[in-house]
């Protein structure tokens, strides 16, 4: 049986502190750094669920705030300030599992924030990245401006993305993939959208989907530990 999520508290600088919550089942070997989407929290059911699910499969999770969503705001910080923490919450990742393997990345907006901090520079101990929904361009909008920065990545890196995902055509998003060559892998989500939901009429549930990304986040993690 795996413990419950444990409040931590992460100081990004001399004057940011955000909250935190760490889920560490006793086996696990492997945390991710798991950083939210731009418009709900590290507490939102999708992070919830995934970071349980994890848990049942022997991987902690980190989950964290960035500072914008930390006091109450709705607009998103500077791209600096969320690389800036980013790189605390891996450093404290480390510092409660020092001898785990890191995975980091995150949900949609919170993925993209940790693939620029660690083309800026490699995030400390990080072994790979995945990514539940990278917003490759705005919605409806394709464009791959967004993923440019992913070249500059040099560790393994998981996309998992679904098929109706207005944030990523799927063409484009096979294109970047492409381009980055051994580094990257594509789970695609049949039905899904951007937020990992079915239609009724798919014949498919929410819970097949989250099942799937389990599985493909659970072997993925595997390969690059």
């Known amino acids: 049986m795996s413990s419950g999520p444990e409040p931590v508290s992460i100081q990004v600088n001399a004057t940011i502190r955000v909250s935190a919550l760490m889920q560490q089942p006793p086996t696990a070997r492997v945390c991710l750094v798991l950083a939210h989407g731009a ?13 349980q699910d994890l848990a049942t499969g022997g991987v902690a ?18 791209a600096a300030l969320c690389h800036a923490t980013v790189r605390a919450a891996v450093l404290k990742a ?52 967004r993923g440019e920065h992913l070249l500059q990545v040099r560790i393994p890196m998981l996309f998992l993305q679904g098929t109706r995902d207005a944030l990523a055509d799927l063409t484009m998003m096979r294109r970047v993939v492409k381009r980055l060559g051994r ?14 939901h079915v239609l009724r009429r798919s014949g498919r549930s929410d819970a097949q989907v989250r099942a799937e990304i389990l599985d493909s986040l659970i072997d993925w993690i595997a390969s690059v530990k």
Do not use: C
Request: hydrophobic share 40%; glycine share 12%.
């Open 61 to 78: 999770t980190l989950r964290y705030q960035f500072p914008y969503m930390e006091r109450g705001g709705k607009r998103p910080d500077a």
């Open 183 to 196: 580094l990257a892998t594509l789970k695609v989500l049949s039905g899904a959208d951007h937020s990992f």
């Open 39 to 51: 418009g709900a929290g590290m507490t939102h059911p999708f992070m919830a669920q995934i970071a």
């Open 94 to 145: 480390r510092e409660l599992m020092p001898a785990a393997a890191l995975i980091a990345g995150g949900k949609s907006f919170g993925g993209r924030m940790t693939s620029q901090a660690q083309a800026a520079s490699p995030l400390t101990g990080v072994r790979g990245l995945a990514f539940l929904g990278f917003p490759l361009h705005a919605a409806n909008r394709p464009s791959p401006e």
